[in-house]
């Protein structure tokens, strides 16, 4: 089974912080994405990558920005926190082709800025 | 420009029966990809069922299978005999081609309650 691990549940951070929310997949797969889900709002792709160093702006890339030195590897940053980027946190990846291909999620960070 | 609705915020259904969640897309591309998610209250995204536009048949996946109506653009839910941990948020999904990369667009979700 494809398994994608996000390394904090919890996290709370103060206004104006550095934020490193990281992801690792293990099923060699080429596309990772980050969301914000808000209530009511769905989920939102902030930025995605398919491939290493590769990277593209989703819906809602202000504020944010993301790193991907490593294929299994794929860290969300927000330069300076603020209090109305307290949200959840999710990242998917897939594989590349087919429409039938799902994208595999992670557990989620639920992230609270003070 | 592509879209996915899901009009019913909540929808509630006593253990062991059926329901439907609905779920209609708009799209130009010929060839796409639709896709139900659960969340339970734990947070983490569960993939359960996946319609190809150019399946003949109907998905099913144990108890769960879309009711697939192309021309009316609606790919909805049917979750048979509902379970207690059938509770959960469930998002409508889709993939094609004019969204680039093998993105998804997701729809705002339904919150499932099933009550004894």
């Known amino acids: 089974d494809v398994k994608v691990t996000q390394s904090s549940r919890y996290l709370v951070k103060r206004t104006g912080e550095k934020v490193f929310l990281e992801c690792v997949q293990d099923?060699?797969?080429?596309?990772m994405f980050w969301y914000r889900q808000d209530p009511g709002l769905g989920l939102r792709l902030i930025y995605f990558?398919?491939?290493?160093?590769?990277?593209e702006k989703g819906d809602i890339p202000e504020g944010y920005s993301v790193s991907r030195e490593k294929k299994e590897r794929f860290s969300l940053i927000l330069e300076s926190a603020s209090t109305n980027q307290t949200s959840m946190y999710l990242c998917?990846?897939?594989?590349?082709?087919?429409?039938?291909?799902?994208?595999?999620f992670g557990d989620g960070t639920r992230l609270s800025i003070l | 420009a592509q879209k996915i609705t899901q009009t019913q915020p909540g929808m509630f259904v006593q253990e062991k029966e059926a329901v439907t969640l609905d779920c209609t897309y708009d799209?130009?591309?010929?060839?796409?990809?639709l896709f139900w998610y659960k969340q339970p209250s734990s947070g983490e995204m569960i993939f359960l069922i996946y319609q190809g536009s150019y399946d003949q048949q109907n998905a099913t996946e144990g108890r769960y299978s879309l009711n697939f109506q192309k021309a009316r653009k609606s790919a909805n839910l049917v979750i048979s005999a509902s379970q207690l941990g059938d509770s959960a948020m469930y998002f409508c999904a889709m993939r094609g081609r004019g969204l680039g990369t093998d993105k998804l667009i997701f729809g705002t979700g339904t919150r499932l309650q099933v009550f004894p």
């Open positions: 099923m060699d797969h080429e596309n």
């Open positions: 998917a990846s897939t594989r590349t082709g087919g429409e039938y291909q799902p994208q595999h």
């Open positions: 990558s398919y491939d290493v160093k590769m990277k």
């Open positions: 799209t130009s591309d010929p060839s796409y990809g």
